[in-house]
């Protein structure tokens, strides 16, 4: 880590600040290219939105798996104020960016929000196989 991977982090907790100000959960991210330049940045917009999916790093995700070409993505840094969860990690993966730099990790954020997490849903599965795979099956070559 960088002084100036720090200074990005500084902005990513800014954002995070802002977000609870405007009455948002404390989370703010941005992504850096490669030359260095903010490129975007979000924050949390849950309350807001009323969107469960409104983290700032997966608006991010989509975003450069929009916008960006793949050598601009695989040259991009995310900075967030706290460690991606599981949806975000897994949008993050899809994206193509290619690093992220946090602040809090998970562990740090379950020791300043006591009770978090949710309920684990129940899945039950496979079954059909011979059903399922057929739309599946010679798709991916
Ligand atoms: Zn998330």
Redesign the pocket.
């Known amino acids: 880590m960088t002084p100036e991977d720090e200074n990005f982090l500084r902005r990513a907790i800014e954002l995070a600040a802002k977000a609870r100000a405007t009455g948002d959960a404390p989370f703010g991210s941005l992504l850096v290219g490669p030359d260095g330049d903010v490129l975007a940045e979000e924050h949390n917009t849950v309350t807001r939105d009323g969107d469960i999916s409104a983290?700032p790093?997966?608006k991010l995700a989509r975003w450069a798996a929009r916008r960006l070409d793949p050598a601009t993505a695989a040259g991009t840094t995310m900075y967030t104020s706290c460690q991606?969860?599981d949806?975000?990690r897994g949008a993050i993966e899809r994206s193509g960016l290619g690093r992220v730099v946090y602040a809090l990790s998970n562990e740090q954020l379950a020791m300043l929000k006591p009770g978090g997490g949710w309920p684990r849903v129940p899945q039950e599965g496979p079954a059909l196989f011979e059903e399922a795979r057929v739309p599946v099956e010679g798709f991916y070559r």
């Open positions: 983290h790093e997966l991606p969860c949806m975000c």
